[in-house]
């Protein structure tokens, strides 16, 4: 089944993490980055998971296992319990409310995948295999690594206040479309870099 790739806002959202292990540890904070605001439920944590609790980064912690009270008013959950065998209980009250739902490393009880990221500032390259391999995804990460280095984060940055100032300015469209193209080339990149450069010496 081919999937819809798309990325979510989820800043302000209510997210649930059922589970707080290390890879529970590991969504909760990507969960965070994005600005979500997340409840935990999960008998145990790690220490990291503790200490966002106790410095209120997360709405709560509840030391005991999930029931389905727990989705009301969720936006999306996320499932790392310590056994895969909650997973699809999980899954089936998600459908039920209306809840997206991710099951980790159980792609049959997964509304959407993680995929693979390379951040560069505010640029994001998400690779997916639709659960299929994982591994691969990350292997193809790494290897993207290469062909966009850190210097894209804050020519992106450069690029986004060009294009506002471009936006409203009064040349006709199809103008305003070349110099955009032209600002997003690779000898754009280029120039940025060398000027860069000149000003750190």
């Not at 296992?65 to 089936?92: C, Q, W, Y």
Request: contains cysteine; charged residues 25%; hydrophobic residues 40%.
């Amino acid at each position: 089944m081919e999937m819809f790739p798309l990325f979510i806002k989820l800043e302000g959202c209510l997210c649930l993490l059922v589970g707080a292990g290390r890879v529970g540890e590991g969504k909760l904070k990507s969960l965070l980055r994005a600005g979500a605001r997340v409840k935990v439920v999960a008998p145990k944590a790690t220490a990291g998971v503790q200490h966002l609790a106790k410095s209120a980064e997360i709405v709560w912690w509840r030391k005991r296992k999930f029931t389905a009270r727990d989705l009301d008013g969720m936006f999306l959950v996320v499932a790392a319990p310590s056994s895969h065998a909650a997973n699809a209980g999980i899954f089936e009250g998600a459908r039920r409310c209306g809840v997206l739902c991710n099951a980790v490393d159980d792609p049959s009880n997964c509304d959407f995948y993680y995929p693979a990221v390379r951040r560069r500032g505010s640029l994001q390259i998400a690779i997916s295999t639709g659960g299929s391999s994982p591994e691969l995804a990350s292997r193809l990460r790494r290897e993207l690594e290469s062909c966009f280095g850190p210097g894209y984060g804050p020519w992106l940055g450069h690029l986004g206040r060009q294009r506002e100032g471009l936006l409203r300015s009064p040349m006709p469209a199809a103008q305003r479309q070349h110099r955009l193209r032209r600002l997003a080339s690779r000898r754009a990149f280029e120039q940025f870099h060398r000027r860069a450069e000149i000003t750190k010496k």
